[in-house]
């Protein structure tokens, strides 16, 4: 059987692959963009992409700060003495004070989701921002949980560091990761009353998929060696006092291991790339319930790669990216757009304003997707869970919005009144007298848009449309367009 | 012409129909053929009708349990709200403050005044107060508790109870439109890992927007957007699950636009709640295929001078829940729904220094339907009897659920809730005509 791996040959990086690329290793692009991938050819585009060669462009993190703590000794001494003393008037000065560090605090956590999207928007790394995205999901960590939003902004840097280095280094910083210590009661986790928590998703969704080659007994074995790692203010703290030292079997090893030791054993066990680059593969390649037949194979050459590389990302990527498997016919258009993915790549590709950052983020956790706050340590399930009757009239009408302006919750207008230029996209389609031929019109947007040609009795319509408003192609009516391809069920797909 | 416009016509709506019960048969053969307990005549039974429904109505931010169900047998109650405590049923009113309603003289507990629905149908047979309700080691953290009461655990982690119950009643196959809450956002107690639930604001927004923007612009999205199935796309693929959902998509706007495009009949007041509950009413008379809804209202977060302030909820609450299963009487459909009114938690006995209540514990539940062993249920919390400054709890909130589960939506409790919980005497199987 030919390897599916085997490099695509470089004469088949045409247009549309470039195009395929861009999707699916970042957010999309202009047509320019795709043009210039083209132009630097598989192996060059590839490196350019994996290697972030871009500029990290976007709004910096510097205004965010911490404001959740602990209370002060003094603070929880006057408590004290008021509760004593039956001093309601100071216990509820304390409590409004604590309510509202609270506050500030969620606000906060809303403008660090607007600033991630923003970030995603416009960065030229685009690889980093997806894969800190994928992270993100993998290691999943809810804000509603921990409510420290400076602990969430610390993971994220921490994620976004990692993106594309070392697999296990990033397992071996989230269990030092506050949020995460918190996120997972291992801050409770102590020598006396252990706490299996951080230990059972470590195995289950971390690295070797639940119920992969381990049992109960190692979960519990392996929260004793996770003892005593907890965190102070915003730093890692190893509680000597806490650690439990004494011997453990895990995986069939003894030893009095160390919460570090621990995910050293779990990385040893060959089914841990196999779960990772499954992982991996369903993110950047192909979400369908039945994969493609020499899926299996690629996953498997894969993971053989990727544990023979000592769990380095970039190469298998790389490797990824420039296959045929990737670039063939059956993982084209295979994946669900997840909201993100559907929200930034509508605005970098079609071009269209950014509209407002806040209506963004909402419309993301209409369709199911907030960021800093995944639905459960399983993170987002992704592929066809994005979609169901009421998300899918949310993705159509955002749209609506980024093109037109009209909003997806009301029915007022962006009083910003940006202004979209189409003319990147009709561009070279006019004639010498600057005319569009509107056939030629519909199968360029839509190819464009929706990341490859449609059957093609889905654009009958949109050419009885064009033809009903008298056949030219002005900007509102590749606006409208827009409208009606960005509500094709196929737009839902990358 | 008007030949080849029928005969596309035609098309389309066979197309839509086939479309649609695609994805909900599986769950409905399963359910009338097998039965959700594996009991084969489940669903035949007499007196059990079909196609039960669960309506959840959500109180946000700590109901104030002692001023809704009030204990003005007890001097202790008045000794820890002087300022706030409702005087006992039959004394004058005071400063514009009306005296609580009798609910059970022999306990010494009265409604809040403004709960007149609730006593219209408590006096009806209709509305059970469940008294104490509350879970062990209670989190005061309103996030945390809701989520506790959303996942039916004390971890508060995983999807939600109402979500598993679906996932354990319909082996793999999502209903489109089983779970449906009003509302910006779909709440974690729907959120299965088979079954999500949707979730609109207003049916007007469960629609494309795009389609305002100029006369032309519907007909070729329908066109696109209800191609469904027969659109090429083949069997299984990405396209064809997509294709197929939108086309539901489509019908089931049409369905609940239309549903609630009709008058009621009954009038509703006009308050959020009212509203969201006059959706539910319609789809319900409409026959939707949801199982379970889903409304909610806020601002029950009492912390100072309360008096007022719920005051206005407790109107808001009771009247809107009496126009609801009016409404439900009339179209017939009374025996099919059971609804359930929850909080997250109560609030303190003592009132603070700002006449108002903080976060507390235990509280009542309310259920309201005819199928309905009415009356109270359990005991009131001791007021002297304290942890910390608050009300032990005498009923597990999974107890209830068990209940509403077993008897209720005959669904096997112990494992969607992944525990044993007592079993209060909460439903009869009334036979009702």
Same mark, same amino acid.
């Given at each position: 059987?030919?390897?599916?791996?085997?490099?695509?040959?470089?004469?088949?990086?045409?247009?549309? !692959?470039?195009?395929?690329?861009?999707?699916?290793?970042?957010?999309?692009?202009?047509?320019?963009?795709?043009?210039?991938?083209?132009?630097?050819?598989?192996?060059?585009?590839?490196?350019?992409?994996?290697?972030?060669?871009?500029?990290?462009?976007?709004?910096?993190?510097?205004?965010?700060?911490?404001?959740?703590?602990?209370?002060?000794?003094?603070?929880?001494?006057?408590?004290?003495?008021?509760?004593?003393?039956?001093?309601?008037?100071?216990?509820?000065?304390?409590?409004?004070?604590?309510?509202?560090?609270?506050?500030?605090?969620?606000?906060?956590?809303?403008?660090?989701?607007?600033?991630?999207?923003?970030?995603?928007?416009?960065?030229?790394?685009?690889?980093?921002?997806?894969?800190?995205?994928?992270?993100?999901?993998?290691?999943?960590?809810?804000?509603?949980?921990?409510?420290?939003?400076?602990?969430?902004?610390?993971?994220?840097?921490?994620?976004?560091?990692?993106?594309?280095?070392?697999? !296990?280094?990033?397992?071996?910083?989230?269990?030092?990761?506050? !949020?995460?210590?918190?996120?997972?009661?291992?801050?409770?986790?102590?020598?006396?009353?252990?706490?299996?928590?951080?230990?059972?998703?470590?195995?289950?969704?971390?690295?070797?998929?639940?119920?992969?080659?381990?049992?109960?007994?190692?979960?519990?074995?392996?929260?004793?060696?996770?003892?005593?790692?907890?965190?102070?203010?915003?730093?890692?703290?190893?509680?000597?006092?806490?650690?439990?030292?004494?011997?453990?079997?895990?995986?069939?090893?003894?030893?009095?291991?160390?919460?570090?030791?621990?995910?050293?054993?779990?990385?040893?066990?060959?089914?841990?790339?196999?779960?990772?680059?499954?992982?991996?593969?369903?993110?950047?390649?192909?979400?369908?319930?039945?994969?493609?037949?020499?899926?299996?194979?690629?996953?498997?050459?894969?993971?053989?790669?990727?544990?023979?590389?000592?769990?380095?990302?970039?190469?298998?990527?790389?490797?990824?990216?420039?296959?045929?498997?990737?670039?063939?016919?059956?993982?084209?258009?295979?994946?669900?757009?997840?909201?993100?993915?559907?929200?930034?790549?509508?605005?970098?590709?079609?071009?269209?304003?950014?509209?407002?950052?806040? !209506?963004?983020?909402?419309?993301?956790?209409?369709?199911?997707?907030?960021?800093?706050?995944?639905?459960?340590?399983?993170?987002?399930?992704?592929?066809?869970?994005?979609?169901?009757?009421?998300?899918?009239?949310?993705?159509?009408?955002?749209?609506?919005?980024?093109?037109?302006?009209?909003?997806?919750?009301?029915?007022?207008?962006?009083?910003?009144?940006?202004?979209?230029?189409?003319?990147?996209?009709?561009?070279?389609?006019?004639?010498?007298?600057?005319?569009?031929?509107?056939?030629?019109?519909?199968?360029?947007?839509?190819?464009?848009?929706?990341?490859?040609?449609?059957?093609?009795?889905?654009?009958?319509?949109?050419?009885?449309?064009?033809?009903?408003?008298?056949?030219?192609?002005?900007?509102?009516?590749?606006?409208?367009?827009?409208?009606?391809?960005?509500?094709?069920?196929?737009?839902?797909?990358? | 012409?008007?030949?080849?416009? /029928?005969?596309?016509?035609?098309?389309?709506?066979?197309?839509?129909?086939?479309?649609?019960?695609?994805?909900?048969?599986?769950?409905?053969?399963?359910?009338?053929?097998?039965?959700?307990?594996?009991?084969?005549?489940?669903?035949?039974?007499?007196?059990?009708?079909? =196609?039960?429904?669960?309506?959840?109505?959500? %109180?946000?931010?700590?109901?104030?349990?002692?001023?809704?169900?009030?204990?003005?047998?007890?001097?202790?109650?008045?000794?820890?709200?002087?300022?706030?405590?409702?005087?006992?049923?039959?004394?004058?009113?005071?400063?514009? =403050?009306?005296?609580?309603? #009798?609910?059970?003289?022999? =306990?010494?507990?009265? %409604?809040?005044?403004?709960?007149?629905?609730?006593?219209?149908?408590?006096?009806?047979?209709?509305?059970?107060?469940?008294?104490?309700?509350?879970?062990?080691?209670?989190?005061?953290?309103?996030?945390?508790?809701?989520?506790?009461?959303?996942?039916?655990?004390?971890?508060?982690?995983?999807?939600?109870?109402?979500?598993?119950?679906?996932?354990?009643?319909?082996?793999?196959?999502?209903?489109?439109?089983?779970?449906?809450?009003?509302?910006?956002?779909?709440?974690?107690?729907?959120?299965?890992?088979?079954?999500?639930?949707?979730? /609109?604001?207003?049916?007007?927004?469960?629609?494309?927007?795009?389609?305002?923007?100029?006369?032309?612009?519907?007909?070729?999205?329908?066109?696109?957007?209800?191609?469904?199935?027969?659109?090429?796309?083949?069997?299984?693929?990405?396209?064809?699950?997509?294709?197929?959902?939108?086309?539901?998509?489509?019908?089931?706007?049409?369905?609940?636009?239309?549903?609630?495009?009709?008058?009621?009949?009954?009038?509703?007041?006009?308050?959020?709640?009212?509203?969201?509950?006059?959706?539910?009413?319609?789809?319900?008379?409409?026959? %939707?295929?949801?199982?379970? &809804? &889903?409304?909610?209202?806020?601002?029950?977060?009492?912390?100072?001078?309360? %008096?007022?302030?719920?005051?206005?909820?407790?109107?808001?609450?009771? #009247?809107?829940?009496?126009? /609801?299963?009016?409404?439900?009487?009339?179209?017939?459909?009374?025996?099919?729904?059971?609804?359930?009114?929850?909080?997250?938690?109560?609030?303190?006995?003592?009132?603070?220094?700002?006449?108002?209540?903080?976060?507390?514990?235990?509280?009542?539940?309310?259920?309201?339907?005819?199928?309905?062993?009415?009356?109270?249920?359990?005991?009131?919390?001791?007021?002297? #009897?304290?942890?910390?400054?608050?009300?032990?709890?005498?009923?597990?909130?999974?107890?209830?659920?068990?209940?509403?589960?077993?008897?209720?939506?005959?669904?096997?409790?112990?494992?969607?809730?992944?525990?044993? /919980?007592?079993?209060?005497?909460?439903?009869?199987?009334?036979?009702?005509?």
């Amino acid at each position: 059987m030919a390897n599916p791996l085997q490099p695509l040959a470089k004469k088949d990086f045409d247009y549309a !692959a470039a195009q395929h690329l861009l999707n699916r290793a970042g957010f999309g692009g202009t047509p320019a963009q795709v043009r210039a991938l083209v132009e630097l050819g598989l192996d060059d585009a590839v490196d350019y992409i994996v290697d972030f060669k871009g500029e990290a462009a976007g709004p910096t993190a510097a205004e965010f700060r911490g404001i959740m703590r602990g209370e002060t000794p003094e603070e929880r001494e006057t408590l004290r003495r008021a509760r004593a003393a039956g001093d309601e008037e100071t216990i509820a000065r304390l409590q409004g004070e604590r309510q509202a560090r609270e506050k500030s605090d969620r606000e906060q956590l809303a403008e660090m989701q607007k600033w991630w999207l923003a970030k995603m928007i416009s960065t030229g790394r685009p690889l980093e921002e997806k894969l800190t995205l994928f992270w993100h999901g993998h290691f999943a960590t809810g804000y509603r949980t921990i409510e420290n939003s400076y602990h969430m902004l610390a993971q994220n840097a921490f994620l976004r560091a990692n993106a594309a280095g070392n697999f !296990a280094d990033l397992v071996r910083g989230i269990i030092r990761d506050p !949020a995460m210590l918190k996120y997972l009661d291992n801050d409770e986790n102590r020598r006396r009353s252990p706490n299996e928590n951080l230990a059972r998703e470590l195995m289950e969704l971390f690295t070797l998929g639940e119920g992969n080659d381990y049992t109960e007994r190692d979960i519990k074995e392996g929260a004793r060696a996770l003892t005593g790692m907890t965190f102070r203010g915003d730093d890692f703290f190893f509680n000597q006092q806490e650690h439990d030292p004494t011997p453990k079997t895990i995986l069939g090893r003894t030893g009095g291991f160390s919460g570090d030791e621990f995910v050293s054993i779990i990385l040893e066990h060959p089914v841990c790339s196999r779960f990772i680059v499954s992982k991996l593969y369903k993110f950047f390649v192909n979400d369908a319930p039945v994969p493609p037949k020499d899926a299996g194979d690629a996953v498997t050459r894969l993971a053989k790669d990727f544990r023979a590389k000592r769990y380095e990302i970039r190469p298998i990527l790389k490797t990824l990216f420039r296959s045929q498997h990737f670039y063939a016919k059956d993982n084209r258009l295979s994946v669900v757009k997840s909201p993100t993915q559907l929200m930034v790549q509508t605005i970098r590709s079609l071009g269209t304003p950014v509209r407002e950052m806040s !209506a963004l983020a909402q419309a993301g956790d209409l369709m199911g997707q907030q960021l800093f706050q995944p639905p459960s340590v399983k993170g987002w399930d992704g592929g066809r869970a994005w979609i169901n009757t009421a998300t899918l009239f949310v993705r159509q009408n955002v749209v609506v919005y980024l093109v037109t302006g009209r909003r997806p919750a009301a029915f007022d207008w962006d009083p910003s009144e940006l202004s979209y230029d189409v003319s990147p996209l009709v561009a070279h389609l006019r004639d010498s007298g600057g005319g569009v031929d509107p056939h030629e019109a519909v199968r360029a947007l839509a190819a464009f848009a929706l990341g490859g040609e449609p059957a093609p009795e889905r654009l009958d319509e949109l050419d009885r449309f064009l033809g009903s408003l008298g056949g030219t192609v002005t900007d509102d009516r590749v606006k409208a367009m827009l409208c009606l391809i960005g509500a094709m069920p196929e737009y839902q797909l990358c | 012409m008007p030949d080849n416009a /029928f005969t596309r016509r035609l098309f389309l709506e066979r197309s839509l129909t086939l479309a649609s019960l695609a994805a909900t048969v599986p769950c409905f053969i399963e359910r009338s053929a097998l039965g959700m307990l594996g009991n084969p005549l489940l669903s035949s039974q007499p007196g059990v009708p079909d =196609q039960r429904i669960l309506v959840i109505v959500q %109180l946000g931010g700590g109901n104030d349990g002692l001023n809704t169900v009030v204990p003005y047998g007890s001097p202790d109650y008045y000794n820890a709200r002087p300022q706030i405590g409702l005087r006992a049923p039959g004394a004058a009113a005071q400063n514009g =403050q009306q005296a609580a309603l #009798d609910l059970a003289n022999a =306990q010494g507990i009265g %409604l809040h005044p403004n709960l007149t629905g609730f006593k219209e149908l408590y006096d009806g047979g209709l509305l059970t107060v469940v008294q104490g309700v509350g879970y062990p080691n209670p989190n005061r953290s309103h996030f945390t508790s809701m989520d506790i009461w959303q996942t039916g655990r004390l971890d508060a982690k995983g999807s939600g109870w109402i979500g598993r119950y679906f996932d354990n009643t319909c082996n793999g196959t999502p209903i489109p439109e089983g779970a449906v809450a009003i509302g910006r956002n779909a709440p974690l107690a729907m959120q299965g890992d088979i079954q999500k639930p949707i979730a /609109f604001e207003s049916p007007s927004l469960f629609r494309w927007l795009g389609e305002d923007l100029h006369r032309t612009m519907k007909d070729p999205y329908d066109a696109i957007n209800r191609a469904g199935a027969v659109g090429g796309a083949a069997a299984g693929t990405q396209r064809e699950f997509l294709m197929r959902t939108a086309l539901d998509a489509q019908v089931a706007s049409d369905k609940i636009r239309a549903a609630v495009a009709k008058q009621p009949l009954v009038q509703y007041p006009q308050s959020g709640l009212a509203n969201q509950l006059k959706t539910v009413g319609a789809m319900i008379r409409a026959e %939707l295929p949801t199982r379970v &809804y &889903y409304a909610s209202m806020g601002g029950f977060d009492t912390h100072g001078g309360q %008096l007022g302030t719920h005051a206005n909820l407790m109107r808001q609450l009771g #009247d809107a829940v009496l126009a /609801f299963q009016n409404d439900l009487k009339a179209q017939g459909n009374e025996g099919r729904v059971l609804t359930m009114v929850f909080s997250e938690f109560g609030r303190r006995v003592k009132q603070n220094a700002s006449n108002g209540t903080d976060h507390g514990t235990a509280a009542p539940m309310f259920l309201v339907g005819p199928s309905l062993k009415a009356g109270v249920c359990g005991n009131h919390p001791s007021l002297t #009897d304290l942890d910390q400054g608050d009300l032990k709890y005498g009923i597990d909130f999974r107890s209830v659920y068990t209940s509403i589960l077993e008897d209720w939506m005959k669904a096997p409790a112990e494992a969607i809730l992944r525990g044993k /919980f007592a079993k209060p005497e909460l439903i009869v199987a009334k036979a009702k005509a």
